[in-house]
């Protein structure tokens, strides 16, 4: 089973951007993987923010955005805001199973 | 108002069987893939099975593939996760989600395998 690679920890200030990425043990991430970016906070369920490469929802801050990079999929977050502070988990997709990255935790300080 | 209410999760004793249900409402279930998703205190998510719309295609993960079936009634909207022989490795939040442009989750049941 593919193993998908996420930064475990990363902190940001507030008001600056900062760039999560996930990678994939196969090989460069493109939008055939069609990566997924959850937030989650303790205690909470997951959120979906992202999903095909950089589709938000309606509930989506402007703030975020996805796309890929170089052979990786990257979640941008621009304009950091105390409440971004979460985990955050990638998804891609294979032929058959789906891969959860082991998320970055995200620190705005 | 979108719901996605998972029931069902308990304690077990490792070796027994519990099933899961999700009851979705305020949007066309029917027309969607869901997913189960797990989630052991204090760690990560992890994906365990999906299923179309339809439900004539399931996917498994390699760690439940054989002990776990994914099912869903569209007259009822409600998914459904069958799980025998379970081991406390199975110990979990289970989650319920829909994916693509709908990308809702319910708020989980726990589910814990322990004698």
């Known amino acids: 089973q593919a193993v998908v690679t996420q930064e475990p920890s990363l902190t940001v200030s507030p008001g600056g951007t900062v760039t999560l990425t996930c990678g994939s043990s196969?090989?460069?991430?493109?939008?055939?993987?069609?990566p997924y970016w959850f937030q989650q906070k303790p205690g909470q369920a997951p959120r979906t923010l992202i999903y095909?490469?950089?589709k938000k929802h309606s509930w989506t801050p402007a703030r975020f955005s996805g796309s890929l990079l170089g052979g990786k999929a990257a979640l941008t977050l621009s304009g950091a805001q105390p409440e971004d502070e979460a985990e955050y988990y990638c998804?891609?997709?294979?032929?058959?199973?789906?891969?959860f990255g082991g998320g970055t935790k995200l620190t705005v300080l | 108002e979108v719901r996605l209410v998972e029931s069902g999760g308990g304690l077990i004793q490792p070796g027994g069987s519990l099933r899961l249900s999700c009851a979705a409402s305020?949007?066309?279930?029917?027309?969607?893939?869901m997913h189960w998703v797990r989630q052991a205190p204090g760690k990560g998510l992890v994906w365990v099975s999906r299923?179309?719309?339809?439900?004539?295609?399931?996917t498994y993960a390699d760690s439940v593939r054989g002990r776990f079936t994914i099912s869903r009634d569209n007259a009822k909207n409600t998914l459904y996760l069958q799980m025998n022989s379970l081991r406390a490795e199975d110990t979990a939040v289970y989650y319920c989600?829909?994916?693509?442009?709908?990308?809702?989750w319910g708020q989980g049941t726990l589910v814990t395998v322990s004698s």
């Open positions: 989600t829909s994916t693509g442009e709908t990308g809702y």
């Open positions: 305020g949007f066309t279930f029917s027309s969607y893939w």
């Open positions: 299923i179309n719309s339809d439900g004539s295609i399931t």
């Open positions: 196969t090989g460069a991430v493109t939008s055939g993987h069609y």
């Open positions: 095909d490469t950089s």
């Open positions: 998804f891609l997709s294979y032929s058959g199973p789906r891969v």
